[in-house]
């Protein structure tokens, strides 16, 4: 039975410790959620990382799993903690220290989606938070787990790639004076959650496809680069955020001529960087 919190895209034979995984491009909206937030059925979406899953379609035909989130990033956020609760929307949630992303309103029952636009009239009840968390939050995170464990034992090393897209205008404001707009951003939290050959080799991947690369600005990794980079545990994990404009129209959210291009762009990039995963005596993907 297929589990109401993610989709798992499985290889026919595993050939790579590398796992794909998109935790905000999920667009299965509830009745019931949309019925209870001030936000209508489009603007609703304006956070969500609309079609990474369907960017990077072809990571099964690499020896590669993908996993993707059902649930959209409105209702909850798996690049968060499950304990980053926001006590501004959250009944009987107590002020603890300072978290910047959930004051913000971006915590993991977000309370905002893009451009701070309120998602709820009012507060949630607790009992409601723990059950998003309960029924989307960890299936999703056990299921990550169990692929990198899974990856670990086969290979004795995992590289978790955590795929991602980012507002053109997000990028823009983080460019310096005479610098080139970049159309991929790799998130290693400045070297803490990838071994540096790792990142270099995924650099070089999007490089030789043609993209402009930059790294850690303006997005160096949430939740899930900390929490599952150990490059001291032979366990790796990237961030790789994706300029949305350079294939989808961000204010339709939908697919623009340029789709096909960037995804057959990316189906080169993915054979890269399912080699990287490859034993030293396995021979090469076919691009």
């Known amino acids: 039975m297929p589990n109401p919190a993610f989709d798992l895209f499985l290889p026919k034979v595993t050939s790579s410790c590398v ?3 998109s935790p905000h491009s999920g667009r299965d909206y509830a009745a019931d959620f949309l019925a209870g937030t001030l936000l209508d059925d489009h603007m609703i979406r304006s956070s969500e990382d609309a079609f990474v899953d369907r960017l990077y379609e072809t990571v099964p035909d690499q020896g590669a799993p993908l996993l993707c989130a059902r649930a959209p990033r409105a209702y909850v956020d798996l690049n968060r903690a499950h304990d980053e609760l926001d006590p501004a929307l959250i009944e009987g949630v107590r002020r603890g220290g300072h978290n910047p992303r959930v004051a913000s309103g971006l915590g993991v029952i977000p309370r905002v989606v893009a451009h701070g636009r309120a998602i709820y009239r009012g507060k949630m009840p607790r009992a409601e938070a723990e059950s998003r968390l309960e029924q989307v939050w960890q299936p999703y995170h056990h299921q990550l787990e169990t692929l990198l464990d899974q990856a670990h034992r086969q290979f004795g090393q995992a590289i978790l790639v955590d795929c991602h897209s980012m507002p053109r205008e997000a990028v823009e404001s983080a460019l310096k004076p005479g610098g ?14 990838a071994a540096r050959h790792i990142v270099d080799g995924i650099e070089q991947a999007f490089s030789a496809a043609g993209f402009q690369v930059a790294r850690n600005a303006p997005f160096a990794g949430a939740y899930t680069t900390q929490h599952y980079g150990r490059p001291s545990k032979n366990q790796h994990a990237i961030q790789i955020e994706i300029d949305r404009s350079i294939y989808m129209d961000e204010s339709a959210i939908r697919p623009h001529s340029g789709f096909e291009d960037i995804q057959q762009r990316l189906r080169q990039v993915i054979a890269r960087i399912a080699d990287l995963g490859r034993p030293a005596d396995q021979p090469l993907a076919a691009e």
Do not use: H, K, Y
């Open 19 to 21: 796992v794909f995984a």
């Open 180 to 193: 080139l707009r970049p159309e991929i951003v790799l998130g290693d939290r400045f070297g803490a959650s």
